[in-house]
C-alpha cells in the first residue's frame, strides 16, 4: 500500500504541517481502540480504525502542541477515553484534548511537556489490528542511551557517593560502584582526556544530550593479548538485554493470556539485577535495557542502541509460539547470513522479524536506510563468536527447563545483525503451551531463567575475554 508523507514548513508560523494522503475520506469510519504508550524515548498515540482516516497534523512549537484534524468521523467516545489515557509521569504529553472543531472533523490537541519532534503515519491492518493512525512523539533532544545506562544506575546506587562530574559521566558510573576487592586492578587516576573519548555527554538530566550521539569506534578496540596497561585487560563490560515487543507488540499470547512481551521483560529485569553485581575475572559487568518498559522498540533500534552503549553482548529475550499447543522448551538462535539451517529456524526468525509490521514503524525514517546498511555489514566473526555464546547459553537453561531443540539453530533475525557484537536470540520457553505459559509467569521459573542466562554470560566471559576498549574504562 502506498503512503505518502508530505512535510512542509511554515516557518513564521513555527508550525508544522504534515499531510497524510491521498486517501478517501474515511465517511462514517468507527473508531475501534485508543491507546497510549508512555515512554522516556517517545510517546506513541494510536487510534485504531475500521477503516483509514485522514489525519492532518499541525505542530505548534510554542507552549510545544500536536494538533491532529480527523476528517469524517464525528466525536465519539473512544476518542474522548484518549483524555483518560493520559498518566501523569508521561515524560511527553501533558495532556490531550478533543473536541468537534467542525461538522465531520474531530480536532485532537496533545499538550507536551517538552519539545517534541512527531511522527504522524499511517499503518495498514496486520495481524490483530485494523488501521491504525499514529502519532509517535520522540523529545526533539534525544537521551543518549549510555547516559540513561548511567541514569539508572545513580538512581540504584547509594546517593552518599561522590556526584558526577559533567566531563565524564561513564567514568564517574564507574566511580560510584560498590567498593571492589582489593584484587581489582585500580582504573587510571586521571580521566581519559577528550581526545579518547569520542562522545561528549551531559549528566544533568535536565541538559540536552547530543542529538545524534557518535558511533564507537569498534575498530579501535583491540584484540586480546595486544598490549594493554598493566598487560590486563581493565574495563566494563557491558551486556545488553533486549526484551522482545512491546507497546502494540504483544509478541505471542499464551492460551490463559500471558503476553510475550510482559513475560520476557520480567526475565530481562531480573537478569539485570543479577549482571550488575557480578564480576568476571575481576571485570565488572552493567546490563543495558534496550526496552525498560511497555512501549515498541523497533528491531534496527535494539540494535543501534546496544551499539551506542558499546555492548560486549546482545541477548534477544523472547517467548516462543506455535499453533498447536504441544511444541515446547527454549532454543538459542544465532545469525545466519547464508540461509537458515532449517525450515523452523527461518519461521521463527521470520515470526520475530514481523515485530516491525505489528508494532508499528514509520518506514519514512531515515533510520530504516540505515539499518539497510548496518545489515549488510554483518562479518562472520560476529556469528562464530554468537555461536559460542549461544551454545554455553543452551547448555546452562537445559540445566533450569526443557529444550526444543539440542542444538542452535541460525536464521535471518533482524535484531541480531550489529556486526560487532556477538548476539543471540533467545526464546525462553513456548508461552503457547499451556504447562509452560504457567512456567513463564512463574517468578520461580523467571528467576530460574534469568540464572541460566546469566551463568551462560558469565561462562561465555570466561572463555572469550573481552576486548580491550580504546579508551580507558
Ligand atoms: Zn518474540
Keep these: ?23 478517501e475520506l474515511a465517511r462514517g469510519a468507527t473508531i475501534v481502540a485508543v491507546r497510549m504508550w508512555p515512554a522516556k524515548d517517545y510517546t506513541r498515540i494510536t487510534i485504531e480504525s475500521d477503516a483509514e482516516l485522514s489525519a492532518v497534523p499541525f505542530f505548534v512549537a510554542d507552549p510545544p502542541r500536536l494538533a491532529v484534524d480527523i476528517e469524517g468521523i464525528e466525536l465519539v467516545s473512544a476518542l474522548r477515553d484518549l483524555i483518560g489515557h ?14 468537534q472543531n467542525a461538522p465531520n472533523v474531530v480536532r485532537i490537541v496533545i499538550d507536551l511537556k517538552r519539545p517534541i519532534t512527531p511522527q504522524v503515519f499511517q499503518l495498514a491492518p496486520v495481524a490483530a489490528y485494523q488501521h491504525r493512525l499514529v502519532m509517535d512523539l520522540y523529545p526533539t533532544e ?26 565524564d559521566p561513564l567514568g564517574d558510573l564507574i566511580a560510584q560502584l560498590p567498593s571492589e576487592p582489593a584484587t581489582q586492578t585500580p582504573r587510571p587516576a586521571s580521566a581519559p582526556s577528550p581526545a579518547q573519548r569520542p562522545e561528549t555527554y551531559a549528566t544533568d538530566p535536565s541538559a540536552p544530550a547530543p542529538r545524534e550521539p557518535a558511533r564507537p569506534t569498534f575498530t579501535a578496540k583491540q584484540r586480546p593479548g595486544a598490549p594493554t596497561t598493566g598487560g590486563r585487560v581493565d574495563r566494563l563490560i557491558v551486556v545488553a538485554l533486549d526484551p ?17 512481551k510482559d513475560v520476557v521483560l520480567a526475565i530481562a529485569r531480573l537478569l539485570r539485577e543479577r549482571i550488575n553485581r557480578t564480576q568476571v575475572n575481576g571485570h565488572t559487568m552493567r546490563a543495558f535495557l534496550t526496552r525498560d518498559g511497555d512501549y515498541f522498540v523497533p528491531l534496527h533500534v535494539r540494535v543501534n542502541k546496544a551499539r551506542r552503549v558499546e555492548a560486549d553482548l546482545f541477548v534477544s529475550i523472547h517467548a516462543d509460539a506455535f499453533y ?29 522479524n514481523a515485530a516491525d509490521l505489528v508494532g508499528g514503524v514509520n518506514m ?81 521459573f523467571q528467576a530460574d531463567m534469568a540464572d541460566a542466562l546469566l551463568r551462560g554470560i558469565v561462562s561465555y566471559f570466561s572463555q572469550n575475554p573481552p576486548l580491550a576498549r580504546s579508551r580507558a574504562l
Design 142 to 167: 534525544a537521551r543518549d542511551p549510555l547516559e540513561e545506562l548511567i541514569a539508572q544506575r545513580l538512581r540504584e546506587l547509594d546517593q552518599a557517593k561522590p556526584a558526577p562530574r559533567a566531563d
Design 364 to 444: 519514512r525514517t531515515r533510520d530504516t536506510e540505515l539499518q539497510r546498511t548496518l545489515l549488510d555489514m554483518s562479518t562472520t566473526a560476529q556469528i562464530n563468536d554468537s555461536l559460542k555464546l549461544a551454545s554455553v547459553m543452551l547448555t546452562e537453561i537445559g540445566r533450569v527447563g526443557r529444550l526444543h531443540k539440542p542444538q542452535v539453530e541460525q536464521a535471518g533475525f533482524a535484531v541480531l545483525r550489529a556486526p560487532d557484537i556477538p548476539s543471540i536470540l533467545v526464546e525462553t520457553a513456548f508461552i503457547s503451551n499451556p504447562d509452560e505459559e504457567r512456567r513463564l509467569r512463574d517468578p520461580r
Design 1 to 23: 500500500m502506498k503512503r505518502r508523507t508530505a512535510f512542509q514548513w511554515l516557518g513564521a508560523a513555527s508550525t508544522l504541517l504534515l499531510t497524510l494522503g491521498p486517501h
Design 324 to 352: 498447536t499447543p504441544r511444541p515446547q522448551g527454549a532454543s538459542v538462535y544465532a545469525l545466519s547470513q547464508r540461509g537458515a539451517t532449517s525450515a523452523a529456524a527461518r519461521w521463527i526468525a521470520d515470526k520475530e
Design 244 to 260: 522482545g515487543h512491546g507497546g502494540e507488540d504483544p509478541g505471542a499470547i499464551g492460551p490463559g493470556g500471558t503476553r510475550e
Design 86 to 99: 493520559v498518566r501523569a509521569d508521561d515524560p511527553n504529553v501533558a495532556g490531550v484534548r478533543v473536541g
